[in-house]
């Protein structure tokens, strides 16, 4: 079981930027890929972004593409999410997850935490 905890979040005004932390313990030798997700009120978890951990493959959803940036950091098995020219309809909670080599499903999830775009 691999262990996440986010950090980074906040309120901000729109164009603002901020950059969320996901820290990961645990069964981390195993880390496939990581992820970020988030979910709005009233909405469905999406996918924002994912990395491979070994060779740094990304992959971004068209709503957050040119403005979100997804990196890891292996020797301090952290992943990192800077956003940039924040929009209002980025508010949710943003949530990262780990997958492990072999599987389909990313199993283990942090806590979450809220971000907050003001107009």
């Known amino acids: 079981q691999v262990q996440l905890v986010e950090s980074g979040g906040g309120l901000v005004q729109a164009g603002c930027s901020l950059r969320l932390s996901c820290a990961a313990s645990g069964r981390t030798f195993n880390t496939y890929a990581m992820g970020w997700f988030r979910q709005a009120p009233g909405k469905e978890r999406e996918s924002v972004a994912a990395?491979?951990?070994?060779?740094?493959?990304?992959y971004y959803s068209d709503s957050v593409k040119g403005r979100f940036t997804i990196s890891r950091d292996n020797a301090k098995n952290t992943m990192y999410l800077q956003m940039n020219s924040l929009k209002p309809e980025d508010t949710a909670v943003y949530s990262c997850?780990?997958?492990?080599?072999?599987?389909?499903?990313?199993?283990?999830w942090g806590q979450g935490t809220q971000v907050t775009v003001s107009s």
């Open positions: 990395i491979t951990w070994s060779d740094g493959h990304t």
């Open positions: 997850a780990s997958r492990e080599s072999g599987t389909g499903d990313f199993a283990s």
